[in-house]
């Protein structure tokens, strides 16, 4: 299983890399391991301020819909719009083409509360 040290993670099973004020997010090798085929990826808070936890949006697998939680509070300031038409990137490369939105983030004393890779790899361990 793939889990890059330089970025964070939630118990949701995103993950997210940080540059400056902005933040990626995308869901974690083990997620979308666990949803199966992503069929479709739907987020419409764009331009929106989003609480850390609130949800920004869902992806579709072929047998179940989930939920994408916010990991951090800001603006969702970008969504891969390459997701629309290749929704599967998620699937083959979450870490990279597989992206999902980007955020400005509002408050970087969140970033205390995100997971390393070593406690993102403990969590999914049990």
Do not use: R
Not at 7 to 27: N, R
Not at 39 to 54: F, I, K
Not at 62 to 69: G, I
Request: hydrophobic letters at 40%; zero cysteines; a negative charge.
């Amino acid at each position: 299983m793939n889990i890059p040290s330089e970025l964070k993670y939630t118990k949701d099973h995103e993950w997210v890399k940080v540059e400056g004020d902005i933040a990626t997010v995308g869901i974690t090798d083990f997620a979308q391991k666990e949803l199966g085929d992503i069929v479709y990826v739907d987020v419409d808070t764009v331009d929106e301020t989003v609480e850390v936890e609130e949800v920004f949006g869902s992806v579709e697998a072929v047998k179940t819909v989930s939920d994408l939680f916010m990991p951090l509070s800001g603006e969702v300031i970008e969504f891969n719009e390459e997701l629309e038409d290749e929704p599967e990137l998620v699937n083959s490369d979450p870490y990279g083409k597989g992206w999902m939105i980007k955020v400005k983030i509002s408050d970087e004393s969140q970033l205390e509360d995100l997971l390393s890779a070593e406690a993102y790899q403990d969590l999914i361990q049990g």
